[in-house]
């Protein structure tokens, strides 16, 4: 091959790869060029709206909390606008600058700026933390106007809680606060708990069905501009809110209670006989739910601390008293089941009782009350009655009739703190003590004194079990979001299966208590046809009687300091035919059972059935025959 030759093979080779680059170029500019086009003529608006520093937030919408209703709709717990400010940590270049800045315009407490630089330290930096809430109008318009020179600082707009029955509901409904670092650790990373305006129930009913007032949280993508400034929403999810509670509480009648009771260191329960619903119970003195909803002060705090009759505390679930007299309902049918005793046997009572070298005495006539059979015993309240059929018996028959009538054991009630109480048992003190059970035990056991404790939520579930034969188990909850509770539904109580004739014995001494003369009740007796109430008193003593003491004459209540003074119980059920309601009072050093309880059980036995009446002559189909009187 010449040597001209090899320069047109070498000249069409260079002209075939100048070509093949050139193609390469012209697809890759063409692939640059439609890229360009998309981006700014396709997805111009887009990037327009990022454009400038802007960008696009995605913030949680906190679900509304779902409302506490009454048995009747009325609102026990509910919602309001609440109007605060908050700072998110990213935006914002200097905290500490930026809580000053807020501070020349509203007024920021040094406990509020201490929270919320503690709070931007654990929160993610995008979270919000709140400053303060609960604005007024001239401080919203303060912040809005200076909102361009506070880079992070928004006004948000959320709710918070608001009881309009304050203290009548304190104990049922508890209350919201804000979420602990302690709710943090045991939320499983739900983010709803990191934001600013977030409440948890604390305390109630309120804390019992947190999870079904909470709801489910929404999500809002908004656009806001480089200091924060939201510029509009691009798009929303509400979520889904908060299911509503509807409680068996009849809020007229709760604050009938609760008004009838007054300041004294009172318990209340009144439960329906037929199905456990609790129509009201209360626990006085009480707290205002408010207080906790807008943020407790210290003082206020301390204030209910140091009460002597203890506010906080729900006595109704959580107080542990000797029931004193009203156990001896229990003692008798423990003796009548065991057979022990008969309808028409009969006890002598010289007022004390022998047990080796101890004498037990009987609470009134150093006489005694002479031959006495079972009913009239429950009348005249006899304890040396019942201390001779429990030494017949001993105490774990005594404890088995106990807890069958609902002692001794939680109810599982749908509210924190209940307790148990104590029924002792042979086997318990055996355990507990490591010795054998002393006999004189069972001789205070027998009328609720000794070991024995029990609130007055169980008294009131005795009372209905002893009215009706059922096992009532008492509740609160009627509905949640609108559908009975699994686990009550179409399921009525089961029979206690005690002896008919054992159980209207024992109820006709309870009548006989309030409607005879020498019934130790008498004084606090219906007298309303129709609506008389059978019951019985209880004094339980909370200081030891010495010999010396009994030689030269027992102390009256009114001569000691009122935290010796005994607990004044009564526990009732009305109408004495087809029996509908039942009643448990405990006040606190009270006094006589008879002369400070037994008037409270009476008031308010009479108050539930006249309120009945009401409804249903106003019967109403969509609410089961029950309205609003």
């Known amino acids: 091959m010449g040597r001209r030759q090899r320069d047109q093979e ?6 075939r790869r100048s070509l093949l680059l050139g193609v390469g170029q012209a697809g890759l500019f063409g692939a640059l060029g439609a890229r360009l086009y998309y981006l700014q003529v396709i997805e111009a608006d887009k990037y327009a709206t990022l454009a400038e520093d802007n960008r696009i937030n995605m913030r949680l919408l906190v679900p509304p909390r779902g409302r506490i209703l009454d048995r009747f709709g009325e609102v026990l717990a509910t919602s309001r606008l609440n109007y605060r400010v908050v700072l998110v940590r990213e935006q914002a270049p200097n905290v500490e600058a930026t809580l000053d800045a807020i501070g020349r315009l509203i007024t920021v407490g040094e ?3 201490r929270r919320v630089l503690r709070d931007v330290r654990r929160k993610r930096a995008f979270v919000p933390v709140m400053v303060r809430e609960d604005l007024s109008w001239e401080e919203v318009a303060r912040m809005e106007v200076n909102a361009p020179d506070l880079p992070g600082v928004s006004i948000d707009v959320g709710q918070s809680r608001l009881y309009p029955h304050t203290e009548a509901v304190g104990h049922i409904l508890g209350y919201v606060g804000a979420v602990s670092e302690v709710d943090l650790k045991g939320s499983n990373g739900d983010p709803l708990l990191e934001l600013p305006d977030f409440r948890i129930g604390k305390n109630g009913v309120e804390k019992i069905h947190d999870q079904a007032l909470r709801g489910v949280a929404g999500a809002s993508q908004i656009e806001v501009n480089s200091v924060g400034r939201v510029i509009r929403e691009v798009n929303r999810d509400d979520g889904r ?3 509503d509670i509807e409680l068996t509480i009849d809020i007229a009648l709760q604050e009938y209670v609760r008004e009838r009771v007054g300041e ?5 329960a009144v439960i329906d006989c037929r199905n456990g619903e609790l129509l009201s119970l209360i626990s006085a003195p009480a707290f205002d739910p408010n207080m906790f909803s807008a943020g407790l002060k210290a003082n206020d705090w301390e204030e209910l601390q140091a009460h002597p009759k ?11 008293y000797s029931p004193g007299s009203t156990f001896k309902m229990v003692t008798a049918l423990a003796a009548l089941d065991a057979g022990v005793i008969t309808a028409t046997q009969t006890i002598n009572c010289p007022g004390h009782f022998e047990l080796g ?9 150093k006489g005694g009350h002479g031959s006495l059979n079972l009913t009239e015993a429950l009348m005249h309240s006899c304890d040396v009655f019942f201390y001779e059929i429990a030494r017949r018996i001993g105490i774990d028959k005594i404890a088995d009739m106990a807890l069958r009538l609902g002692l001794g054991a939680a109810s599982g009630i749908e509210l924190p703190g209940e307790r148990a109480g104590l029924i002792p048992t042979r086997a318990w003190y055996q355990r507990r003590r490591g010795t054998s059970w002393p006999q004189g035990e069972t001789i205070n056991a027998s009328i609720g004194q000794g070991m024995i404790l029990t609130t007055p ?3 009131a579930t005795m009372t209905a079990r002893l009215a009706s034969g059922l096992a009532i188990v008492p509740h609160l909850t009627k509905t949640v979001g609108g559908r009975a509770p699994i686990d009550r539904a179409h399921v009525a109580p089961a029979s206690l299966g005690l002896n008919p004739q054992h159980l209207a014995l024992v109820q006709r001494g309870m009548a006989m208590v309030t409607n005879e003369q020498r019934g130790t009740g008498y004084k606090a007796r219906i007298t309303e046809p129709g609506m008389e109430m059978a019951g019985k008193s209880g004094t339980a003593q909370v200081r030891i009687i010495s010999k010396a003491e009994r030689d030269t004459g027992v102390k009256k209540n009114e001569d000691l300091p009122w935290r010796f003074r005994d607990h004044a119980l009564f526990v009732g059920f009305a109408p004495l035919v087809n029996p509908r309601f039942a009643c448990a009072v405990v006040v606190e050093h009270g006094g006589g059972g008879s002369s400070v309880a037994g008037p409270l059980v009476r008031d308010i036995l009479l108050e539930t059935q006249k309120r009945d009446v009401l409804k249903r002559l106003a019967g109403c189909p969509t609410c089961g025959g029950e309205h609003r009187g």
């Open 10 to 15: 070498r000249e069409r080779l260079f002209t």
């Open 111 to 113: 406990s509020d700026r």
């Open 241 to 243: 809110p908060g299911r």
């Open 457 to 459: 939520l169980q008294l």
């Open 310 to 320: 203890t506010p906080l505390t729900n006595k109704a679930v959580s107080g542990q």
């Open 357 to 365: 070298e101890r004498r037990f005495h009987c609470w009134k006539y």
């Open 264 to 268: 004294e260191s009172t318990a209340a």
